[in-house]
């Protein structure tokens, strides 16, 4: 079975600096799919960033960039420009290609606050 | 992205009483649907998965006959929380999954149940 571990349950970044938040993962699997979801007060899931095993290539999403290291198994979250909305609950996750087993892992979370 | 409904956003029940929940996707058909429970400050843990017309997928540790899952068509997916208790009281999140036009889940915003 797949684990998903975050090892940081709660970072401070101040507004307009930058933050990583760490991921690592276990698997047998050669291809899968890694996520970023936050969750914000109102508890909505929301995708930030997917990453697919098979490209070398790391995602990016507008201030959203992943360091996706798929020998060592790590999928780390760098947030850019931090903003005070970017302040919330986030969650790494892996999923196994399309098919029965589409569920997601999810890890325990990071806890991310924005200071002013 | 697609939306996914839930109802009601919060209930709140008598010890001994069922409670039911609603899933829709809104504007896709979900082939599969996955049903969610999230304990405050903790991640979220998969309780089950359905399939339109089958049977749903429990997670070992999920009693079946306590929380029951139907999936009768392609948009909606209920979730029947049994003779109710104080322990079952939680947040739970429902997320559907449409590997023809979209290949990532899409959550719904949550219910939460609250056993008196």
């Known amino acids: 079975a797949q684990t998903v571990t975050q090892s940081q349950p709660e970072m401070s970044v101040q507004e307009a600096e930058t933050v990583t938040l760490s991921c690592t993962y276990d698997t047998s699997e050669s291809d899968y799919y890694l996520f970023w979801y936050k969750q914000p007060p109102s508890r909505q899931m929301i995708l930030v960033i997917r990453q697919e095993a098979y490209k070398q290539q790391n995602a990016t999403e507008n201030r959203f960039s992943v360091n996706f290291q798929k020998a060592a198994k790590s999928f780390s979250l760098k947030i850019s420009d931090s903003q005070l909305g970017d302040a919330a609950m986030y969650f790494c996750?892996?999923?196994?290609?399309?098919?029965?087993?589409?569920?997601?892992?999810f890890g325990t979370g990071t806890r991310l606050q924005v200071t002013l | 992205g697609a939306v996914v409904s839930q109802h009601p956003s919060w209930v709140i029940c008598k010890s001994g009483t069922s409670v039911k929940i609603e899933c829709r996707s809104l504007?896709?058909?979900?082939?599969?649907m996955f049903w969610y429970r999230q304990f405050p400050k903790q991640s979220l843990m998969l309780m089950a998965t359905s399939n339109e017309g089958s049977k749903a997928t429990y997670e070992q540790g999920v009693e079946k006959d306590k929380f029951l899952i139907n999936h009768a068509s392609l948009t909606l997916s209920t979730l029947t929380v049994t003779s109710a208790h104080p322990e079952d009281s939680s947040f739970y999140i429902c997320s559907a999954f449409s590997g023809r036009t979209h290949n990532e889940q899409f959550f719904g915003p949550g219910t939460r149940l609250t056993v008196l």
């Open positions: 996750a892996y999923r196994s290609p399309s098919g029965t087993a589409s569920k997601l892992t």
């Open positions: 504007d896709f058909q979900a082939t599969t």
